[in-house]
Each structure stands twice: as structure tokens, then as C-alpha cells.
């Protein structure tokens, strides 16, 4: 069932009278007839009237309410975007604006969160801490201990302990006497989640972030993710603004 939205200029006058088979719908938007049936008794769409022998039948107000969850789909997302449809056709606009504000703060949330990011990655000096030769030299050839790495941070051992524990950072344990010792990585990872937890992110925030700069294989790698995130996000915003026309239109066409 997917979601197409294609140039249905015949569909546009509710006021026309026009009679729509569900075919007629689902062809101009590029759907399945079952999709649109689907849509209908989601509440996406409003109400078919019925023929006497039980067919549906809908109107250019239909594929107006059609044309507006398409739009709002790519910005808000499916579930979303059904929920708009149902406040509008139940005469509820003020709760289809408060879904909309509400993807919206998530929108500029996501945007402070790719902020913070890199902010905390130019925090990072690529000199410290980071190269082998200086982890080496607060413990000795291979890593340094938890108790320097702490003080280094400026924070306690049992932070650490806790960032550990939520998959934040890994180290690995001295085979003779069973101490924690960060290596590059780890002391990247424990920089990384110590720079976003002062700005103010929560540990189940910072894991996905975390789980990216493995992924990449580094800081260096991460800039085509987070040039990636960023197109994203824009991406985003521009259908949001498609979808918010394309709805303004529908409320205009409800009267």
C-alpha cells in the first residue's frame, strides 16, 4: 500500500457535484482501491456516500482530504498524519494543530540534538586523550585506568562505572588483575558522553549517538553522518510545509 501523490487537477472542486468511484480515487493518487477503502474507515477520509445497491461513492472533497494526508505523511509520518485527518473530519482543527505543533517541537528538538553533537564533537581536541601516545602516558603502554581517566574528566570513577553499565563506554579488563582499562576508543567515548551529558542529554539519548561514532569508525567518519542528518532534517522541514498547505487547502475546501 503505498503512498503516492500524483496530479489529481480533474478532483479539485468539492462544489462540482462530481461523483467518484473508489477506482477513480485510488488511480489518481496512485493507490489501491483497497487503500483508499482502508483510509476510509481509518476516519483518514470522510464518510462514503452509498448507492442503493451499496457502492461507495465519494466526492472531490475526498480526494482533497486524500491529497492532504499524503502530504502530511513524508513531515509527520504515518500515524501522525492519520490522526490530523481524523481531528479534521470530527471537527476537532484544534487537536489536528496541536499534532502538528507537537511534530514540530520534535523537529527543533531533533535540530538542538544534532547541535549538541557538534558542539561536543569540536569540544573534543583531537590531540588529547584520543591518540595512543596520550593514553599511554597516564597508564602505561596499552590504556589508561579508570581512576586517571576520571580525574582527566573532571568527574568521579563510579560515573563512569554508570556510563559503562548503559553501553556508553566499553572497556576492557586487565587479564592480571582485573582492572578497567580505556583504551582510544573507550576515552573517545567517555569524552564524547561527558561533552553532551553537560549539555544537559540523557544517557538513553547519548546511546544511539554513541552506537554512530562506532558505527563510522571514528569522529572523522561521523561528518558524512551528521551531513546526512542535517539533509535530513531539511528534508523534513520542507514537507512539513508541503503538508501544511496541502491541508489548509482541505480545511479551506470543508468550509
Excluded at 94 to 107: N, V, Y
Excluded at 198 to 206: A, C, D, V
Excluded at 212 to 218: F, I, K, L
Aim: glycine share 10%; aromatic share 4%; proline share 6%.
Amino acid at each position: 500500500m503505498g503512498l503516492s501523490l500524483q496530479n489529481p487537477q480533474s478532483l479539485r472542486s468539492p462544489r462540482s457535484g462530481t461523483r467518484l468511484r473508489p477506482v477513480d480515487l485510488a488511480r489518481a493518487h496512485g493507490l489501491s482501491t483497497q487503500a483508499v477503502r482502508n483510509y476510509e474507515e481509518a476516519g483518514i477520509l470522510p464518510a462514503a456516500a452509498r448507492t442503493p445497491h451499496g457502492y461507495r461513492t465519494y466526492t472531490p472533497l475526498h480526494a482533497g482530504a486524500l491529497r492532504a494526508f499524503l502530504a502530511l505523511v513524508p513531515g509527520h509520518g504515518h500515524g501522525t498524519a492519520s490522526a490530523i485527518l481524523r481531528a479534521v473530519n470530527e471537527g476537532a482543527a484544534d487537536e489536528a494543530f496541536r499534532l502538528i505543533d507537537e511534530s514540530h517541537a520534535q523537529l527543533l528538538d531533533d535540530r538542538r540534538t544534532l547541535q549538541a553533537v557538534e558542539r561536543a564533537l569540536r569540544d573534543l581536541d583531537p590531540t588529547a586523550a584520543v591518540s595512543a601516545p596520550a593514553v599511554s602516558s597516564l597508564a602505561g603502554p596499552g590504556g589508561v585506568f579508570i581512576g586517571p581517566l576520571a580525574a582527566k574528566l573532571g568527574i568521579r570513577p563510579a560515573t563512569l562505572r554508570v556510563w559503562e553499565r548503559a553501553g556508553l563506554v566499553r572497556p576492557r579488563r586487565d587479564p592480571r588483575t582485573g582492572y578497567r582499562v580505556y583504551d582510544e576508543a573507550a576515552v573517545r567515548d567517555a569524552r564524547l558522553t561527558h561533552q553532551l551529558r553537560r549539555g544537559g542529554h540523557l544517557l538513553e539519548q547519548i546511546a544511539p549517538l554513541i552506537t554512530q561514532v562506532r558505527t563510522a569508525g571514528g569522529l572523522e567518519p561521523l561528518e558524512a553522518t551528521l551531513r546526512d542528518w542535517h539533509d535530513r532534517l531539511s528534508a523534513r522541514a520542507r514537507s512539513m510545509l508541503t503538508g501544511a498547505a496541502a491541508l489548509e487547502a482541505y480545511l479551506r475546501e470543508r468550509g
